[in-house]
């Protein structure tokens, strides 16, 4: 009984959150092979990116079952959703085969010739096909947290949520920040913002991060060009979660009646944003 503790014992995370979480955990890994350039001494890099791979999947694996465990109604989103988490498990874990197979190449290839400058034949094609295999993935993890999401508040709904009293502009750049769209880059000492949709304004990432809602990462994401410096990761906070997740759960009417939550159009183009 936790009502005899001296402390409190937190809730353990909702589908939606692990899945938000995932979300954050595939985009760092995919920004980190992005990062990485394959050598003949890559073997230790290539062995701790499998490694990361295996453990998206399992982590997929384990908010199926913690939809599972909430016993909703198996409409068909919520089936939609439970197949595509596990969609991405399958694919984090061919992801992490190939890196174990390029890892063991460059192993074989060193111990037979300590004198190897390249890489065997066959490893940057396993190690791309590991960068394709994820890249999606973050995606995938925000539209089944989105379906699940609106299933679980059409059962248990709440008058208040994380995301009251955000501008419709935050609650967007909380949107893309959740499905890894957003990176900030310095050039001839000024900041600039770049997301997917073009949408995500300078101004409203310093908002969003004088609220606690999102934190910035420093050269973790891949440069805007070949040879560029890395770009800084936003990423989301625990508070900038749980107002993802408020968000998610709004019908899809909803922008009509509650304009302040909406999420902006459905992107037609890309490329970066101008900043403000």
Known sequence: MTDDLLFDVPEPPTPVERLL????????????????????????????????????????????????????????????????????????????????????????????????????????????LAQELTALAPEAAVESATAIARETHGRRPSTTTAADGLASAELGALHAVARGHVVMARSQGREYVHSRDGSVRINTLRSLEGKGLIVRAPATAPPAFHGGPAQDRIRLTARGSAAVAALLALPPAAPASAPARSLPAAPTTTGPARSR
């Open 21 to 128: 979480t995932l979300a954050g955990d595939v985009t760092r890994h995919n920004d980190a092979l992005n990062l990485l350039r394959p050598t003949a001494i890559s073997a230790p890099a290539l062995g701790a990116h499998a490694d990361s791979a295996t453990q998206l999947a399992h982590t997929a694996l384990t908010a199926v079952q913690a939809v599972h465990d909430q016993q909703l109604y198996a409409s068909a989103d919520l089936i939609d959703a439970t197949v595509r988490i596990k969609q991405v498990a399958y694919l984090s874990g061919e992801a992490a085969r190939h890196l174990a197979e390029a890892r063991a190449a460059v192993t074989a290839a060193a111990l037979a010739n300590r004198g190897l400058a390249e890489l065997p034949d066959g490893t940057a094609e396993q190690f791309q």
